[in-house]
């Protein structure tokens, strides 16, 4: 991961507009802290395996590099449908949130509201600050803020980063302090920063640890798998790979072992889905 891939391209950054202009002198001045934070995050999560380690690496990378000791990644398959997530991964405060959140709060997150959802679709950050500046929370997020979030948790930092995951899904890690400064402009606009290269990262992973597996094997196990899951006996997969009998037979063993299935229609049905 190098520099150039966390800064504006030349071409983004020699016009010479009014508005382009205008729009540049708003944004914050990334200093070299800012900088140093966003490159360990990335080294963080830039070799994770497979999604579920990806999820891990972010919320270690965001509670270290930024201090952020209550976070949550939450998935779906569309934006609307991540508020609904059953089994987020969850650190800090925000595991002891999760069952009053389910129950009660989900419907009504602040970060569902559309001025909220525009923030996120558009630049990929979204805080708690940030929407009060914009105006009047809607009725049911000012409650969400006030009873949920202050009262009962003390959290006065709210923030919410969205990521693109495989398959065209969504995430939103949601960020929380006690301290009602923990993210200035320059943490969130590298957080913005981040968002546009982490999404970059985790678009092409396997999402579960198996699928990483079977994406590690070597060209030959894969096609003994692929010949499994196309229903061959091993004496067919000797023949059809002009390999002896026998070892096909140690090829399905050692596979099987690697991936950490049971039986042949096991790996069979993990070859041919998608999850």
């Known amino acids: 991961m190098t520099q150039s891939t966390l800064v504006d391209s030349p071409a983004s950054t020699t016009t010479n507009t009014p508005r382009r202009r205008a729009r540049s002198a708003a944004r914050p001045v990334l200093r070299k802290l800012d900088y140093e934070r966003a490159f360990d995050v990335l080294e963080g999560c830039d070799t994770a395996p497979s999604l579920p380690d990806f999820r891990e690496r972010v919320l270690d990378a965001l509670s270290s590099g930024f201090g952020l000791r209550h976070v949550s990644f939450f998935c779906g398959a569309t ?10 991964l969850t650190e800090g405060h925000t595991s002891r949130m999760l069952p009053e959140y389910q129950e009660r709060w989900s419907r009504y997150d602040l970060f569902g509201t559309p001025a909220a959802m525009r923030q996120l679709v558009s630049s990929g950050v979204s805080s708690l600050g940030e929407l009060r500046a914009l105006g009047a929370l ?5 409650a969400y803020v006030r009873h949920f979030l202050h009262a009962t948790w003390g959290m006065e930092t709210a923030a919410a980063m969205r990521l693109e995951l495989p398959g065209g899904h969504t995430a939103l890690v949601g960020m929380f302090d ?11 606009a590298t957080l913005r920063m981040l968002s546009r290269q982490l999404s970059a990262i985790c678009r092409g992973l396997p999402v579960s640890r198996r699928k990483a597996v079977l994406a590690g094997l070597s060209e030959r196990q ?50 041919r889905s998608r999850a």
């Open 222 to 271: 894969r096609q003994v798998v692929q010949l499994v899951a196309d229903g061959l006996s091993n004496a067919e997969i000797a023949e059809t790979l002009s390999l002896a009998e026998d070892s096909v037979k140690k090829y399905v063993s050692r596979i099987l072992s690697s991936t950490g299935c049971q039986s042949r229609m096991e790996l069979a049905l993990l070859a």
């Open 138 to 142: 809607p009725a049911s997020a000012d």
């Open 79 to 88: 934006f609307h449908n991540v508020f609904g997530d059953l089994e987020p």
């Open 178 to 188: 006690s301290a009602p400064d923990r993210l200035g402009p320059a943490e969130l």
